[in-house]
């Protein structure tokens, strides 16, 4: 039996989670457990083995199933200030970890706003109880398409090539793409021209279904990976259609339409036949003015977001090399 206030440590596949129990436990061999002595305090010893746990991931052993065998913990050395600090330390991260949980759950919030929003205005777009006109993406799109299927050349500099991976929630992440050389980006671009306000939808991978609208200006390419919606802003709007695409009836005939059962693919001829709701002009455009100010919003919550996950870095690499001011803080 593991008293209250120890620390669990999962040691088998996935190597790393981490929790405090708070009442006593019985636990199987996939875990080690830790109880601290008089001379640690727990929540210090928590945040310590967190910051190390790459370290102690790298310690396992076994080429199909890892795990942490017990030596490799005990072997694991741990600075230990007098208690005193440890309690100032933990308590200092926790306050900073709690506004970074703080701040994930606004976002979580603003973007459950949006897609109640969008039910009040629009309804279930699949049922269509307001009885708004419908049509097929193709017949409103000025193009659907996906990226360069053949092996490109990558380079150090050149034009970003998006792939899977870089198309997040909100936004597109150029800033970690790979790149091609501008010739060859520009001639990846005659097929396929994201450009600001389209929307891009991945459409196969571990992120299959994640889409979002393009949020910058630079010219980037694609690969294969990531298909593009490019509106001729007549019909249906970027903002509107990217809500409608997320909600969740919508986003399962996304995966429906392929006729994969394994849901590997979404494929362009049958997003190209997606039939979808299009209210009046005036409903999306007062739509998608809201979703302006909630992403106005959501991108200053995402900002401090970074700063704090930074911040805790920071904090915890000083503290743990003994080299954070302790004077300042206050239990």
């Known amino acids: 039996m593991l008293p209250a206030e120890s620390l669990l440590f999962s040691s088998r596949a996935p190597i790393g989670s981490i929790a405090i129990n708070r009442i006593p436990v019985c636990t199987n061999q996939g875990f080690k457990s830790f109880i601290p002595s008089e001379s640690v305090d727990v929540h210090y010893l928590y945040y310590c083995i967190k910051k190390h746990v790459p370290a102690l991931q790298a310690r396992g052993n076994g080429a199909t199933f890892k795990e942490l065998p ?9 600075p230990l200030p007098p208690l005193d600090d440890q309690k100032r330390i933990a308590h200092l991260l926790g306050k900073v970890e709690g506004l970074i949980a703080q701040r994930k759950q606004h976002l979580q919030q603003l973007d459950a706003l949006l897609k109640s929003v969008f039910l009040e205005m629009f309804g279930d777009p699949v049922k269509n109880e307001k009885g708004w006109e419908t049509k097929s993406i193709l017949s409103i799109a000025e193009k659907i398409t996906d990226g360069e299927h ?31 050389d501008v010739t060859q980006g520009n001639r990846f671009r005659k ?62 005939k996304l995966f429906n339409s392929s006729g994969s059962s394994a849901q590997q693919a979404i494929y362009l001829k049958d997003v190209k036949n997606l039939i979808c709701i299009v209210p009046p002009s005036d409903l999306q ?20 977001l970074a700063d704090l996950e ?11 090399a003994g080299e954070l001011d302790l004077s300042r803080v206050s239990l």
């Open 70 to 78: 017990k030596s490799s913990v005990e072997e694991f050395e741990i």
């Open 150 to 180: 053949l092996n490109p050349v990558f380079s150090s500099d050149g034009m970003p090539i998006i792939m899977a991976g870089n198309v997040l929630e909100g936004h597109v992440d150029i800033d970690v793409a790979k790149r091609v």
């Open 191 to 252: 097929k396929c021209n994201p450009d600001k306000g389209d929307i891009l939808l991945v459409s196969r991978g571990a992120t299959i279904g994640r889409l979002c609208r393009v949020d910058t200006s630079s010219p980037f390419c694609l690969m294969g990976s990531v298909i593009l919606f490019k509106l001729s802003n007549r019909e249906i709007d970027s903002a509107f259609l990217t809500y409608l695409l997320k909600h969740p009836r919508m986003y399962a």
């Open 285 to 304: 455009n007062q739509f998608a003015a809201i979703v302006e100010k909630v992403e106005g919003i959501k991108s200053s919550y995402q900002q401090s």
């Open 310 to 320: 930074a911040l805790y870095g920071t904090l915890s690499q000083k503290a743990f």
